[in-house]
């Protein structure tokens, strides 16, 4: 789906901004309680000086569709993803971490404009293989 693959480097800058401009970025991609949710880590990673580094690289594996209701599983790539001091903008080596990927099932609902908006996100933690393209 559009949406899904256009939210991970939208999330990346909302997370390197204020959480008033995050909720702006979110807001064509994330709805209700989730996006609450995502400004108030925005509002704690600026709380502990920290900030995304570079960005994560989805690889949809499903997407399931049901009337206004969708979920995809993705093996998302982190490859290139980690946690920055958001002062210096200088990778936090520690966040990096060896695993490259990861489960992720994420819920979209159809918005009254037509739109595909994420309701809620949830990553396993298990690694996971990368679709082959």
């Given at each position: ?71 995809v599983t ?34 979209l609902e159809?918005?009254q404009d ?20």
């Amino acid at each position: 789906m559009d949406t899904y693959s256009a939210y991970w480097p939208v999330l990346a800058e909302a997370g390197r901004s204020s959480p008033d401009q995050a909720r702006e970025l979110l807001k064509p991609y994330v709805k209700g309680g989730y996006l609450d949710h995502l400004v108030d880590g925005v509002r704690d990673m600026v709380k502990q000086g920290r900030e995304p580094y570079g960005q994560a690289i989805p690889r949809i594996k499903e997407v399931r569709v049901g009337g206004n209701y969708a979920e995809v599983t993705d093996c998302l790539d982190m490859s290139k993803a980690a946690i920055a001091d958001r002062r210096t903008h200088r990778l936090i080596p520690e966040t990096a971490d060896a695993k490259t990927t990861t489960t992720v099932t994420a819920i979209l609902e159809r918005s009254q404009d037509g739109r595909w908006r994420l309701t809620g996100l949830s990553m396993k933690g298990a690694t996971c293989t990368l679709p082959s393209r």
